[in-house]
């Protein structure tokens, strides 16, 4: 019973990843059902686990569901700009569009990644149009060299607008550089404590079929790098 304690907590949480709720949901319903209507799998849950479900841990289950059953994660620009913001804790707004940020797309590109590893592709899983889209971001933010994650980007230029406009003043470039290079490693370092967390959160896993052991030594030596 302490188990489903925990599981119902890690359900009411807002700070659950969403590939431990697809972990948890897929132990105790199998794969059929990754076809089932949001609906039934929110209903389901709700019975499963004795909890009243929360909008934003059903928009993480159901944004993890859809990277894993399909590749829109990789080739639809809206759908990636949505799911990285639900990745990140966002609530899912049909009627609005919310541009995700560098931190946002940045561990949006990073669960996905865990969630559904692409198969080899010399030209890279994700679209032109969202790697375009992620340098349009790291431009607008000021980010001149991106993060590890976000190398991916198709850029216009290796230089931002603030770092240019003193190009001829040695001292000022580099102050705005020291500056954007902060921004990187910031990054950096919230993507390597999501990380940390995350592991954290499948250890604390108590599966009735299979284990999590395989996904938690691949966070685990991701963290040693």
Do not use: H
């Not at 799998?41 to 059953?69: G, H, M, R, W, Y």
């Not at 865990?114 to 933010?141: K, M, N, T």
């Amino acid at each position: 019973m302490a188990n489903d304690q925990t599981l119902k907590a890690m359900w009411k949480s807002p700070q659950t990843f969403a590939s431990v709720l697809l972990t948890v949901f897929l132990d105790r319903f199998g794969v059929e059902g990754l076809q089932w209507d949001p609906a039934t799998i929110a209903l389901e849950i709700e019975d499963e686990f004795d909890v009243d479900l929360p909008q934003v841990s059903l928009d993480k289950l159901l944004v993890a569901i859809n990277i894993v059953t399909s590749d829109t994660f990789y080739r639809s620009l809206p759908d990636f700009v949505m799911f990285c913001n639900v990745l990140s804790g966002d609530t899912y707004r049909p009627d609005m569009f919310d541009p995700a940020d560098s931190s946002e797309v940045a561990w949006g590109i990073t669960e996905g990644l865990l969630l559904s590893p692409p198969e080899s592709d010399q030209d890279g899983p994700f679209s032109d149009e969202i790697r375009a889209y992620i340098g349009a971001v790291l431009d607008q933010e000021g980010i001149i060299n991106a993060p590890d994650v976000l190398k991916i980007a198709l850029r216009k230029a290796n230089v931002s607008n603030a770092a240019a406009e003193f190009s001829d003043d040695p001292n000022m470039f580099n102050a705005v550089y020291d500056v954007e290079a902060g921004k990187s490693a910031e990054i950096d370092d919230i993507i390597r404590a999501k990380v940390q967390m995350l592991l954290g959160q499948l250890q604390a896993l108590q599966l009735r079929n299979g284990a999590t052991g395989a996904v938690v030594k691949t966070l685990a030596a991701s963290l040693s790098r």
